[in-house]
């Protein structure tokens, strides 16, 4: 038996639909971002319009509100898909809009942390993490002197992006998995840092030292 048309819920049904989807795009004279692959641009001499997919999320802006309408007639006749008006939200974040700005925040996602973290209602769940400074630390009037002109760069630093990495080759005495560490810095600041078990065991240390190179490698791009 052969099927006609992706299912539902197959490994790919999602590329499927995207190529279906941009095939449509491109029939109405779209152009895909060569930046961003889910960008699609459409440049007209009267206006611009923009659309933004996210698998089957969609935004659609523009300088014509009438090419707008447009497409958004197009997209209920050939897709089935829900207008929901006014963009408030997209992928967990709220949107709004004032006085010609656009806002992006992640307070609806710091919200549900802090709900099922329990911090506000001093569940049992929570428990404090022990902080390592001395309690009835005085400081002196000179603390202060000492980081003059924070937002110097001073010539002898370099403003450039580092990253360093290592590996414990079978760290896991149970999983045999080794631990990949690796630290981002830019200026000599540190920006990224992370340390955890690699996903798949390493037949040796130097197959534990390539791995941790790459997963650094990636952080740096």
């Given at each position: 038996m052969q099927l006609k048309k992706s299912l539902y819920g197959?490994?790919?049904a999602s590329r499927q639909w995207f190529a279906m989807f941009h095939e449509a795009l491109l029939s109405?004279?779209?152009i895909q971002s060569?930046?961003?692959y889910s960008l699609f641009l459409r440049h007209s001499d009267t206006c611009t319009v923009l659309l933004a997919v996210y698998v089957d999320d969609v935004i659609i802006t523009g300088s014509d509100s009438a090419a707008i309408k447009a497409l958004k007639s197009y997209l209920h006749t050939t897709f089935s898909i829900k207008d929901l008006g006014q963009l408030n939200y997209f992928l967990g974040f709220p949107i709004s809009i004032a006085n010609g700005q656009l806002?992006?925040?992640q307070s609806k996602y710091d919200n549900e942390l802090v709900n099922e973290s329990g911090i506000l209602q001093g569940g049992s769940s929570?428990?404090?993490p022990p902080i390592p400074l001395p309690m009835n630390l005085k400081l002196s009037p000179e603390e202060g002197k000492l980081l003059q002109q924070p937002d110097y760069y001073r010539s002898s630093t370099q403003l450039c992006l580092q990253a360093f990495n290592d590996s414990n080759w079978a760290a896991c005495p149970t999983t045999r998995r080794s631990v990949t560490g690796f630290i981002v810095t830019f200026g000599g600041s540190p920006i990224s840092w992370k340390s955890k078990k690699q996903s798949t065991v390493s037949r040796s240390s130097t197959e534990a030292e390539y791995r941790a190179?790459?997963?650094a490698a990636v952080e740096l791009t």
């Amino acid at each position: 038996m052969q099927l006609k048309k992706s299912l539902y819920g197959l490994k790919q049904a999602s590329r499927q639909w995207f190529a279906m989807f941009h095939e449509a795009l491109l029939s109405l004279g779209f152009i895909q971002s060569r930046n961003d692959y889910s960008l699609f641009l459409r440049h007209s001499d009267t206006c611009t319009v923009l659309l933004a997919v996210y698998v089957d999320d969609v935004i659609i802006t523009g300088s014509d509100s009438a090419a707008i309408k447009a497409l958004k007639s197009y997209l209920h006749t050939t897709f089935s898909i829900k207008d929901l008006g006014q963009l408030n939200y997209f992928l967990g974040f709220p949107i709004s809009i004032a006085n010609g700005q656009l806002f992006l925040n992640q307070s609806k996602y710091d919200n549900e942390l802090v709900n099922e973290s329990g911090i506000l209602q001093g569940g049992s769940s929570f428990k404090a993490p022990p902080i390592p400074l001395p309690m009835n630390l005085k400081l002196s009037p000179e603390e202060g002197k000492l980081l003059q002109q924070p937002d110097y760069y001073r010539s002898s630093t370099q403003l450039c992006l580092q990253a360093f990495n290592d590996s414990n080759w079978a760290a896991c005495p149970t999983t045999r998995r080794s631990v990949t560490g690796f630290i981002v810095t830019f200026g000599g600041s540190p920006i990224s840092w992370k340390s955890k078990k690699q996903s798949t065991v390493s037949r040796s240390s130097t197959e534990a030292e390539y791995r941790a190179m790459a997963q650094a490698a990636v952080e740096l791009t």
